[in-house]
C-alpha cells in the first residue's frame, strides 16, 4: 500500500514476517500432538525426538486434520518410535555427498551443474531426510560471501547451472542470496540458477516482497523445484506463493519423496499431480528414499513403487506423471528405478 501523501511503503499489519513465524514454529512432540486432540498418543513418542529435533511450522500444522493420528502431514514431521530400528542397509550417508564435495559447501556430481550446500538450515524438519545426518557445521557454501563456492565455479567453465540446495537455501536471509547473485554475474558461463526449496510449501510467507523483488532481478533462466509430498499440503497461500515465483520468471517444478504411509497410493499421487497443475507447477521426481538410518519404516519397494507408476501413466498426461528415480553413490545422474 502506498500512502498518497508522503509515497511511503506501510506494510499491512495482516503480513507477519517469515522470520518472526519460523521462530514460532511447534518444537515440542507433545505441544503438536495437543493441538491436533492426540495428546493420548505422548506415550508412543521416542526418548530426545529419536536424535533429531522435531521443527514445523503452525502454519503447516494448520493444513493437519485433527484427530487423525495418520495424518500424512503429521506423519512427515512427528518423531517415531521406528526410527530407533537399525536395519542394515541404512546408513549415515546413503548418497556419497561426503565424497562428492568439491570445495566448501559445494558438491560437484554431475556433468553442467554445481549444487552449493548453501544453508544447514530449514524451517521443517522431515523425519525422512538425510540430512538428519549431514554434518553442515563446516559445509556451507554461504560462509564468506561465498568466496570458496565462487571461486570453484569461476573456475571451471563448464558448470551452467548453479543449484542451491541445502538444508534450505531459502532459510539464508535475501540479503545473502543478494551477495550470490552479485558474484554470479561476473561468471558468463553460467546460465542458469536453481533453488530447491521446501520453504514456499511449508512457510508461504517466505515469498515476500524483498525475495520477489531479488528474484525478479536475476539475470539468469531461473528453475524453483519445489518439494511437497502431498497435496494436502498445498493451501491457497502455497499457491499464491508459487505464482510470486512465475511472475517473477520462473519455471516451478516439484519434487516428491515416495513414503509409505504418506503418499503411496495411486490416488493420492493423482491428486498431487493435479493440484501442483492447478497452481501452475509440474512435476518433476519422485524420488525413492535415500536409505538414511532412521528412515526404513518409510520404505516403499521397487516393485509397487513402479506399480503405482503405472497406475499413474492410465490416468494422467504425460507431463503429470513424476519420473521415479533413486540417486545412488558414484552415478553420473539420478537413476531411474
Ligand atoms: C540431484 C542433484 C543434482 C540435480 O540433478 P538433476 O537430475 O539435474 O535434477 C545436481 N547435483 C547434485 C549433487 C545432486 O544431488
Ligand atoms: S532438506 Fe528438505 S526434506 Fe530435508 S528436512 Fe529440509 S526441507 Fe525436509
Aim: glycine share 8%; net charge negative.
Amino acid at each position: 500500500m502506498i500512502t498518497a501523501s508522503t509515497g511511503a511503503r506501510i506494510t499491512p499489519a495482516a503480513t507477519p514476517d517469515w522470520r518472526q513465524l519460523w521462530r514460532e514454529s511447534v518444537t515440542d512432540a507433545h505441544e503438536l500432538l495437543g493441538l491436533l486432540g492426540l495428546g493420548h498418543l505422548g506415550d508412543r513418542l521416542p526418548a530426545d525426538d529419536a536424535g533429531f529435533a522435531l521443527r514445523v511450522p503452525r502454519g503447516f500444522v494448520a493444513r493437519m486434520e485433527p484427530g487423525n493420528p495418520a495424518d500424512p502431514l503429521l506423519l512427515q514431521v512427528l518423531p517415531q518410535l521406528a526410527e530407533l530400528d537399525a536395519p542394515p542397509g541404512y546408513v549415515m550417508d546413503p548418497v556419497g555427498d561426503m565424497n562428492a564435495r568439491a570445495a566448501q559447501g559445494v558438491l560437484h556430481k554431475y556433468d553442467g551443474r554445481a549444487l552449493l550446500v548453501a544453508s544447514g538450515s530449514c524451517a521443517i524438519n522431515c523425519r525422512y531426510c538425510f540430512r538428519r545426518h549431514f554434518p553442515y557445521g563446516d559445509e556451507m557454501a554461504a560462509a564468506g560471501q561465498w568466496r570458496k563456492a565462487l571461486e570453484h565455479v569461476a573456475e571451471d567453465p563448464s558448470i551452467r547451472e548453479l543449484i542451491l540446495s541445502g538444508g534450505d537455501p531459502l532459510a539464508l536471509s535475501t540479503t545473502k542470496l543478494e551477495e550470490l547473485t552479485a558474484g554470479l554475474t561476473r561468471l558468463p558461463h553460467v546460465i542458469r540458477l536453481r533453488i530447491h526449496t521446501r520453504l514456499p510449501v511449508v512457510l508461504p510467507e517466505r515469498i515476500d516482497d524483498a525475495f520477489h523483488a531479488w528474484f525478479a532481478s536475476v539475470p539468469l533462466q531461473k528453475v524453483v523445484v519445489l518439494h511437497a509430498n502431498h497435496a494436502q499440503e498445498l493451501d491457497d497461500d502455497v499457491a499464491a506463493a508459487c505464482a510470486r515465483l512465475r511472475e517473477a520468471g520462473a519455471t516451478v517444478l516439484n519434487q516428491s519423496v515416495l513414503l509409505r504411509g504418506v503418499n503411496d497410493d495411486a490416488a493420492t499421487l493423482h491428486a498431487l499431480s493435479e493440484r501442483l497443475f492447478s497452481m501452475g507447477v509440474l512435476p518433476y521426481y519422485l524420488h525413492q528414499l535415500d536409505r538414511v538410518q532412521g528412515s526404513a519404516h518409510f520404505e516403499v519397494d521397487d516393485a509397487r513403487a513402479l506399480g503405482l507408476i503405472e497406475d499413474l501413466r492410465a490416468t494422467l498426461p504425460g507431463f503429470l506423471v513424476p519420473r521415479l528415480v533413486r540417486e545412488v553413490a558414484g552415478d553420473t545422474s539420478k537413476r531411474p528405478v
